[in-house]
């Protein structure tokens, strides 16, 4: 079964609002990732977060792994119709090169 | 630099059949990987491989085989296609565990 697990499945967001999906592990990763896919296209890498407590930031997409590296999140501020897609958050479970992914979170934005 | 290319992009196949899905990367990346996407169910491992000559099995590897004969390439066979195979199938490549996978645009397979 899933080993990482996210949450909401659903995001209905209006434009201009923030919002943040959550990541959440059964075990310690080394690392996460996340990807995101636009409605019928592929995943694309975003980010790879590494250390405890990590903060990164893409313009308005702000990541962070959690202290004991068990949970990630993704924090949108300011949502544009850009943003709709599927964000997927990814651990190497049980050890790397196989990538366990999420459900993922989809996005809507009602403008 | 084409990245990873999968072909067809498009399948159906009858119960039964067999086909080779086609996986190529020009990036030259040691590690490669198969997913399956269903709706709710995200990207599941279906088989990888860390180099030529070495593949392993994933999350859910059954009714599936593959080989890694060339660094370039990673085929997937579907011995005796079942309806529950339909799905969209994913392969990705990476240089390693402190990068991002590259995804190929996905093979939509349909089995009636």
Redesign the interface.
């Given at each position: 079964g899933?080993q990482v697990m996210?949450i909401p499945?659903y995001q209905h967001v209006q434009e201009g609002e923030d919002f943040t999906t959550y990541c959440n592990s059964s075990t310690t990763l080394?690392?996460i990732?996340w990807?995101k896919q636009r409605p019928g296209?592929?995943?694309?890498?975003?980010?790879?977060l590494?250390k405890s407590g990590e903060v990164k930031k893409q313009k308005r997409l702000t990541f962070q792994f959690g202290e004991a590296k068990k949970n990630s999140s993704l924090h949108i501020t300011a949502t544009q119709t850009t943003d709709v897609g599927t964000y997927?958050c990814?651990g190497?479970i049980p050890i790397?090169?196989?990538?366990?992914?999420?459900?993922?979170t989809t996005v809507t934005v009602r403008a | 630099n084409a990245g990873v290319t999968q072909t067809p992009k498009f399948q159906v196949l009858k119960t039964g059949q067999s086909m080779t899905l086609q996986c190529a990367q020009d990036m030259n990346h040691e590690y490669m990987s198969w997913y399956r996407q269903d709706p709710g169910m995200g990207l599941r491992l279906i088989h990888y491989s860390v180099g030529a000559g070495i593949t392993d099995q994933g999350e859910v590897p059954n009714g599936y085989n593959v080989s890694r004969s060339t660094t370039e390439d990673f085929p997937l066979r579907l011995l005796s296609a079942a309806p529950s195979q339909t799905s969209v199938y994913f392969c990705a490549s990476t240089n390693g565990p402190n990068y991002g996978y590259t995804f190929g645009s996905g093979t939509r397979l349909t089995v009636v």
């Open positions: 899933q996210q499945q080394s690392n990732q990807y296209g592929h995943p694309v890498f975003l980010i790879q590494v997927f990814a190497p790397a090169y196989k990538l366990s992914f999420g459900a993922g | -």
